[in-house]
């Protein structure tokens, strides 16, 4: 199955062969201890980086809370009147159901899926480029989409992709999806990554953003045994980007300005991961963690 898609869920997994979630939890660290997949939070994937990109259907159901945490915490960063473009993605999806609420919005969009999720939204005025359908991910690409932004100047664009590194930024398993990317960057004043921490350390074929590009990241606060995620987060940091964490907890993490440099990850300790790193933190109201890691 995750041959023929790229990707799968656990969930899904667990049903095809019919046994528990836990079992196949099991069956599928032994396969990445022989290098056969790469497991994902909630999934597993092909073995490395430079794989083919994953449908639609397979990429929605991983890691659906985070995705849903970081659209809440990105749709407070947009404001009333603002101009925008929004990439495609199932994040991006998730981002654009909560734009619906914001009054007086423009969004300019590649993604049919976003462009439905706001169809129906008061005052808020849709833009879709031009482009052929790519039907994977339900996107317009090619030269139609890229000329159609020739010109355009907005506040801010909201892009996922398939991997995010400090050293090579966000990148796209496909071609044209990633083409088309790069123009939607280069019309806004501000780029805003959304990835979960699953895609934190992986690397795909084309780059999309480079790291000195992306003003903000709004991730999920990666599992305390997740190491890789931690490293790469202190990574963009020291590099200027911002880190909007989002996560169940509420309050806002100190700026670099107001704490001493950030220690490299902590293994085998209370609080590990992302938390072990920028220590305990008040609880609060707030939907996420926002957590401004400029380089001092």
Not at 41 to 47: C, D, E, N, T
Not at 70 to 98: F, K, N, P
Not at 189 to 201: C, F, M, R, S, Y
Not at 264 to 292: F, I, N
Request: aromatic share 2%; charged share 20%.
């Amino acid at each position: 199955m995750v041959r023929a898609n790229g990707a799968v869920s656990l969930r899904e997994l667990a049903r095809v062969v019919q046994t528990s979630e836990v079992t196949v939890r099991r069956d599928v660290r032994a396969l990445e201890a022989e290098g056969l997949l790469d497991r994902r939070h909630g999934g597993a994937v092909l073995p490395g980086g430079f794989t083919r990109e994953s449908g639609f259907p397979q990429k929605s159901h991983l890691a659906t809370a985070e995705k849903t945490a970081i659209a809440d915490l990105a749709a407070s960063l947009v404001e009333e009147g603002e101009a925008i473009v929004v990439g495609a993605g199932t994040t991006t999806q998730e981002l654009a159901r909560r734009l619906a609420r914001v009054p007086g919005l423009t969004v300019v969009t590649n993604s049919l899926l976003v462009a439905q999720a706001l169809a129906h939204a008061n005052r808020v005025e849709v833009v879709m480029t031009g482009g052929t359908l790519r039907g994977s991910n339900y996107a317009l690409v090619g030269s139609g989409a890229e000329q159609s932004l020739q010109g355009l100047r907005v506040s801010k664009a909201f892009l996922s992709g398939s991997g995010l590194t400090a050293e090579r930024g966000l990148s796209t398993s496909n071609m044209l999806s990633a083409s088309v990317d790069r123009a939607l960057v280069q019309a806004a004043a501000e780029v805003v990554v959304l990835a979960d921490h699953t895609k934190l350390g992986t690397d795909t074929m084309f780059q999309t953003v480079p790291t000195d590009v992306i003003t903000r990241l709004v991730t999920d606060e990666p599992p305390g045994h997740d190491d890789r995620a931690a490293t790469e987060l202190q990574a963009l940091a020291d590099q200027g980007v911002q880190i909007a964490v989002a996560g169940a907890g509420g309050g806002e993490l100190p700026t670099a300005r107001q704490r001493s440099p950030l220690p490299g990850p902590r293994r085998g300790t209370p609080g590990g991961g992302l938390r072990g790193v920028l220590g305990e933190q008040p609880a609060g109201t707030e939907r996420g963690r926002v957590a401004d890691l400029r380089r001092r």
